[in-house]
């Protein structure tokens, strides 16, 4: 499974940004997907999570902020990121499976 993620760049606080994350190979339908960021000087670390039967995780910190969707027929993951903060300012990753990761894009949220 390769990863391909897209959809950063630099936003105000309070605005909202889309990461898309398209995957190729014939699993995706059978892999959860998730989104990890790694913020400078710190560790990589999961941001939400969509299983197979859609069930969806958010770590505390942008519960209600953001919102993880996957489209199968299109092998897409999206991250709608809503009321960002500088807090969000990281790199942020595509992961399918566990195992495979995007090349990561960078989100920076600066007034």
């Known amino acids: 499974v390769q990863l391909q993620a897209s959809g950063g760049g630099l936003v105000q606080p309070g605005g909202s940004l889309r990461l898309s994350c398209k995957a190729s190979?014939?699993?995706?339908?059978?892999?959860?997907m998730a989104w990890y960021r790694q913020a400078p000087g710190k560790e990589r670390a999961l941001v939400a999570s969509?299983?197979?039967?859609?069930?969806?995780y958010y770590v505390g910190s942008v519960k209600g902020r953001f919102t993880i969707s996957r489209d199968n027929a299109n092998k897409m993951v999206y991250l709608q990121m809503n009321s960002l903060t500088t807090e969000d300012t990281a790199v942020y990753y595509c992961?399918?499976?566990?195992?495979?990761w995007g090349q990561g894009t960078l989100v920076t949220v600066s007034s």
């Open positions: 992961n399918a499976g566990g195992n495979y």
């Open positions: 969509i299983s197979i039967g859609d069930i969806t």
């Open positions: 190979g014939n699993m995706f339908s059978e892999l959860g």
